[in-house]
């Protein structure tokens, strides 16, 4: 079955503890993208990834890191949380970036607490 | 900046009535598309229609259809004969061709038995 996966789903950390979420798409797609989602904010774009070893930053991209080392997986690290990065966060990939093939495939979500 | 405005957070509709929701948006690109997708309270984001700019004729997939306004740069959602299953955020985005995809804030819809 064609899926973005994501894992935990749901997560409680404490402030500073380091933390990565993974990502990965079995669907050979090229792009790959990280989304914060935020009651009245909707979904911000924090990363993303054009290709293998490609990535830029979104619009909120402070306090995050990633990397693309392979096509399939595009992990989504927290160095240092804090409160303020409690979220619900969406991994998403697509064939391309442009034209037809900008159709974004959600992954399930990953409800983050940070105390 | 590229921006993406919903101005109605929540929404009702009775059941089979018709509902349109609607959609703003600022690009200086040429080329982009738009698109609505649906988020039920399982969370998981699903794609309900797409438009591409430079298309003329309005996107339409079974009850739904857009009214795409490029002068206005609106882009509008009709939900035709609702459906309780309807119900959820809706959350207008663009592609404007930078690589970015860029969000609305969504509108909640509920659908009135």
């Known amino acids: 079955e064609a899926q973005v996966t994501q894992n935990p789903r749901y997560l409680i950390t404490v402030t500073g503890k380091k933390l990565t979420v993974t990502c990965s798409q079995n669907?050979?797609?090229?792009?790959m993208s990280w989304y914060r989602q935020d009651p009245g904010l909707g979904l911000r774009q924090i990363y993303y990834?054009?290709?293998?070893?490609?990535?830029d930053k979104g619009d909120v991209p402070e306090g995050y890191k990633v990397s693309r080392k392979e096509k399939r997986n595009f992990p989504l690290i927290l160095e240092s949380p804090s409160p303020n990065q409690t979220s619900l966060y969406f991994c998403?990939?697509?064939?391309?970036?442009?034209?037809?093939?900008?159709?974004?495939?959600f992954g399930p979500g990953t409800r983050l607490t940070v105390l | 900046a590229q921006t993406v405005t919903q101005s109605q957070p929540e929404m009702s509709v009775q059941e089979a009535e018709t509902v349109t929701l609607s959609c703003t948006y600022d690009t200086s690109e040429s080329d982009y598309y738009l698109f609505w997708y649906k988020q039920p309270p399982s969370r998981q984001m699903i794609l309900v229609i797409r438009q591409e700019a430079y298309k003329q004729q309005n996107a339409t997939e079974n009850r739904f259809s857009v009214n795409f306004q490029k002068a206005a740069k609106s882009f509008s959602l009709k939900i035709s004969d609702s459906q309780l299953g309807d119900a959820a955020m809706y959350f207008c985005?663009?592609?404007?061709?930078?690589?970015?995809?860029?969000f609305g804030t969504g509108t909640r819809l509920k659908v009135l038995a």
């Open positions: 998403a990939s697509s064939p391309g970036w442009q034209g037809f093939y900008n159709e974004q495939f």
């Open positions: 985005a663009s592609s404007p061709g930078t690589y970015k995809y860029i």
């Open positions: 990834s054009m290709n293998v070893e490609v990535t």
């Open positions: 669907m050979n797609h090229e792009y």
